[in-house]
């Protein structure tokens, strides 16, 4: 499984691409994939849901939008794990392209000659597709879209 980031946001399963719903999925989705791995407190998650008028009841709005992104997601829907007081994304390292672009730059700047730099930065640029972190990259992902 790959979840990409760098332009719009799309997660590759072993089946295709998973057809993610809504823009609070994505939304939610997007927000987990900044920390993969940490988690994200449901107050965060509700800003990045919401950023104008947050529902009444936020713990059981979040609730509600992460049981839709685990079906969405199907079998991987697994890795959204509720850890109070929120959620995280139980990924493996690599399977986000933004965490893979840092590991081939790093890769390139440990290279022991400039045709192995050469082509470890041309892998890394061809994850990139768009603008990272696509629709939300002026929103609640702003800082990590604009980010060297």
Known sequence: MLFRVLGPLEVRTDGGPAVLGGARSRALLTALLLTPRELVPVHRLAQALWPQDEPGN????????????????????????????????????????????????????????????????????????????????????RAAANSP
């Open 58 to 141: 936020v713990d059981n709005a979040v609730h509600s939008a992460v049981s839709r992104l685990r079906r969405a997601l199907g079998p991987a829907g697994g890795l959204v794990v509720t850890r109070p007081p929120g959620y995280l994304l139980d990924v493996a390292r690599g399977s986000v392209d933004a965490e893979v672009f840092e590991a081939r730059l790093r890769a390139a700047a440990a290279a022991p000659d400039a045709t192995a730099a050469v082509a470890e930065l041309d892998d890394a640029l061809a994850l990139w597709r768009g603008p990272a972190y696509g629709e939300f990259a002026d929103g609640f992902a």
